[in-house]
Nanobody, 115 residues
Framework: QVQLVESGGGLVQAGGSLRLSCVVS????????MGWYRQAPGKQRELVTS???????NYADSLKGRFTISRDNGKNTVYLQMNNLKPEDTAVYYC?????????WGQGTQVTVSS
């Protein structure tokens, strides 16, 4: 049974930073490409960034330079370091292995950025 537990969200002022964590169980974590996704109120869930099993990363163009994804295969954990946060980054953030249609979504972690 796959479980995804996200944490680290919170309320932060614009320009601040947060580090999100996602602990994964029930899969061979080290073999999976992992993604961070977000869903803002009234919008569809979107891919923020991903990291392959070999550590190759991919970012949405608008987020390059502010967000950094990393992983610790020994801890079955994927991280998202978010710097210089903007109000438009406000959303619920989720992690998921790819392809996402194979796996359940976790509860996500709320990130709220105040102006």
């Amino acid at each position: 049974q796959v479980q995804l537990v996200e944490s680290g969200g919170g309320l932060v002022q614009a320009g601040g930073s947060l580090r999100l964590s996602c602990v994964v169980s029930g899969i061979i974590f080290s073999a999976k490409t992992m993604g961070w996704y977000r869903q803002a109120p009234g919008k569809q869930r979107e891919l923020v960034t991903s990291i392959t099993s070999g550590g190759i990363t991919n970012y949405a163009d608008s987020l390059k330079g502010r967000f950094t994804i990393s992983r610790d295969n020994g801890k079955n954990t994927v991280y998202l370091q978010m710097n210089n946060l903007k109000p438009e980054d406000t959303a619920v953030y989720y992690c998921n292995p790819q392809p996402t249609w194979l796996y359940p979504w976790g509860q996500g972690t709320q990130v709220t950025v105040s102006s």
